[in-house]
């Protein structure tokens, strides 16, 4: 088995997200290719990622405390480890 901490990034990210918000659906997208050469990159290929979920964590929350949510199941990897996060939080039936 993998060490988390080894795993690629779009590993870690989904397993956080998944642990911390149950989600329903969770695509991680690593979109650093995109961003080669541009401040940010860290030349690692794992920088720049985008998150689409839905999750009943959501339900009744703001944009911003969605975005709380996932900003804290990821903080110490936002901190030292990814330079750009989009992210799509839904609840289901949104």
Not at 1 to 15: G, H, K, R, S
């Amino acid at each position: 088995m993998t060490d988390i901490t080894t795993a690629p990034l779009v590993d870690q990210i989904t397993a956080r997200l998944t642990k911390a918000l149950s989600p329903t659906h969770l695509d991680v997208i690593n979109e650093s290719v995109m961003h080669r050469g541009h401040l940010g990159d860290d030349g690692t290929g794992e920088s720049h990622f985008r998150v689409i979920l839905e999750s009943p964590a959501f339900a009744g929350q703001s944009r911003v405390a969605r975005q709380r949510l996932v900003n804290h199941a990821l903080a110490d990897l936002l901190r030292d480890r990814i330079h750009a996060l989009a992210i799509s939080a839904k609840a289901p039936g949104e």
